[in-house]
């Protein structure tokens, strides 16, 4: 299986501040039909996941567009450009190109 | 509005058999594929399988597929999971998720406690 690794696992932030979350994977993503389909979500704390970005860098419906994604190949990062109160909770990456889909660890987020 | 509104967790012994089902409202059920994916306690996130559209094709996570069954029936807009011959590590949450793009909606989940 695909082992996504997410760093930092915990990230302390301000508010207004802006982070980025690495997810690195253990092969590339780039699948056949040119597609790459890396994925992040956030879970809020007592909330189901919601999808932020699909396909490496585009914004999900009614997500704000402080949230940013990138990345190619076995290298991706989610940015948030100045947190809010709203944003805190847990990250996490997912693959789909490779069977059977997998997730990263998680990436917590904090206020300092 | 979409809504996906999962059922039947609760406390099951191991070795014992149990079933969620996931009814969808808020759009046209049987044009998506579904799928389930769990969290552990730990906040593990591990994908348990998807059903095409129709119900006509499903994948499963390798490490499941000969205790879970997923079906769905989109007369009725629900999507099943069929868990058998439980074990300690199959406690978890169970979501049940729209697959457009990624798992664009999910379900509020159901906890499944397997002890004796």
């Known amino acids: 299986d695909v082992v996504l690794t997410q760093t930092p696992s915990i990230l302390s932030a301000t508010i207004g501040q802006s982070v980025s979350i690495s997810c690195r994977s253990s092969q590339s993503l780039l699948d056949s039909d040119g597609n790459t389909y890396l994925y992040w979500f956030l879970q809020r704390p007592g909330q189901s996941p919601q999808r932020l970005i699909y396909l490496v860098s585009n914004l999900g419906s009614g997500v704000p567009n402080r949230f940013s994604g990138s990345g190619s190949g076995t290298d991706f990062t989610l940015k948030i450009s100045g947190v809010e109160a709203e944003d805190l909770g847990v990250y996490y990456c997912m693959q789909a190109t490779h069977a059977p889909d997998t997730f990263g660890a998680g990436t917590k987020l904090e206020l300092k | 509005e979409v809504q996906l509104v999962e059922s039947g967790g609760g406390l099951v012994q191991p070795g014992a058999s149990l079933k969620l089902s996931c009814v969808a409202s808020g759009f046209t059920f049987s044009d998506y594929w579904m799928s389930w994916v769990r969290q552990t306690p730990g906040k593990t996130m591990e994908w348990i399988g998807d059903?095409?559209?129709?119900?006509?094709?499903?994948n499963y996570a390798p490490s499941l597929k000969n205790r879970f069954t997923i079906s769905r029936d989109n007369a009725k807009s629900t999507l099943y999971l069929q868990m058998s011959n439980v074990r300690s590590e199959d406690t978890a949450t169970y979501y049940c998720?729209?697959?457009?793009?990624?798992?664009?909606?999910w379900g509020q989940g159901v906890m499944v406690t397997v002890s004796s």
């Open positions: 998720t729209r697959d457009d793009s990624g798992f664009d909606y």
């Open positions: 059903i095409k559209y129709d119900g006509s094709y499903t």
